[in-house]
């Protein structure tokens, strides 16, 4: 093994954007507390509990500021998303799920950072006659073309945790998987919310060249 080889890789800035919902708060407290890990930007609309490798600027992701100097990172990732209830119609989902994740994308990149890390869904299919699906695989494909030296798409089942917001059919969902999940195929078993973060925050530090996909089967 050669000198550099044996040289252990420098802490990574990561810019984690999402950080106030379920996987998001996982993904930050695993960033936190990772020696690998040296600083981490949040933006966001609330306010985050203070720490010394974090910071948290307030954000408008209807209004992004281009040239912000934390767009620049050695990783971006990104846990946005909502639902068609919460979000209010179609085009304010698409808003939330395609267009804000892929525009820091853009801005990230423009800005240098070579990896993203998207957590996206299982099922996500440009082709897709679902809709959900559909904006999913939409914006996995808009991805691909930014440019990142690394690309990742995580693509959970149901996930699984406590949420802030009460989604009945979800709770019900998770709580049959819980009963069957052994009996299940890994792919269709309930994925807990820390698995995901963790398979999202490692990929992001791993950044393994070209397109990569992690799937549902691998965070059960």
Same mark, same amino acid.
């Given at each position: 093994?050669?000198?550099?080889?044996?040289?252990?890789?420098? @802490?990574?800035?990561?810019?984690?954007?999402?950080?106030?919902?379920?996987?998001?708060?996982?993904?930050?407290?695993?960033?936190?507390?990772?020696?690998?890990? @040296? #600083?981490?930007?949040?933006?966001?609309?609330?306010?985050?509990?203070?720490?010394?490798?974090?910071?948290?600027?307030?954000?408008?992701?209807?209004?992004?500021?281009? &040239?912000?100097?934390?767009?620049?990172? &050695?990783?971006?990732?990104?846990?946005?998303?909502?639902?068609?209830?919460?979000?209010?119609?179609? @085009?304010?989902?698409?808003?939330? &799920?395609?267009?804000?994740?892929?525009?820091?994308?853009?801005?990230?990149?423009?800005?240098?950072?070579?990896?993203?890390?998207?957590?996206?869904?299982?099922?996500? &299919?440009?082709? #897709?006659?679902?809709?959900?699906?559909?904006?999913?695989?939409?914006?996995?494909?808009?991805?691909?073309?930014?440019?990142?030296? #690394?690309?990742?798409?995580?693509?959970?089942?149901?996930?699984?945790?406590?949420?802030?917001?009460?989604?009945?059919?979800?709770?019900?969902?998770?709580?049959?998987?819980?009963?069957?999940?052994?009996?299940?195929?890994?792919?269709?078993?309930?994925?807990?919310?820390?698995?995901?973060?963790?398979?999202?925050?490692?990929?992001?530090? @791993?950044?393994?060249?070209?397109?990569?996909?992690?799937?549902?089967?691998?965070?059960?």
């Amino acid at each position: 093994m050669n000198s550099a080889a044996r040289q252990p890789r420098l @802490a990574q800035r990561l810019l984690l954007v999402g950080a106030t919902g379920l996987v998001g708060r996982h993904v930050l407290q695993r960033a936190l507390a990772d020696p690998r890990v @040296a #600083s981490i930007v949040a933006p966001t609309r609330r306010p985050l509990p203070a720490h010394a490798k974090l910071w948290a600027p307030a954000v408008d992701y209807e209004r992004l500021d281009e &040239d912000a100097a934390w767009w620049r990172a &050695d990783a971006v990732i990104c846990t946005l998303g909502t639902t068609l209830r919460t979000a209010g119609s179609k @085009a304010a989902f698409r808003r939330v &799920d395609h267009d804000h994740p892929l525009a820091v994308a853009r801005r990230a990149h423009a800005h240098g950072t070579p990896t993203y890390v998207l957590n996206s869904a299982i099922g996500a &299919d440009a082709a #897709s006659r679902f809709f959900y699906n559909r904006v999913k695989g939409e914006l996995e494909e808009a991805l691909q073309q930014v440019g990142f030296a #690394s690309l990742t798409l995580v693509r959970p089942g149901l996930i699984g945790g406590q949420r802030d917001e009460f989604r009945l059919g979800e709770r019900l969902a998770a709580s049959v998987l819980r009963a069957v999940g052994p009996m299940l195929p890994r792919r269709w078993r309930l994925n807990p919310a820390e698995h995901i973060a963790q398979a999202l925050l490692e990929a992001a530090l @791993a950044a393994r060249p070209g397109v990569s996909v992690i799937g549902a089967e691998r965070m059960a």
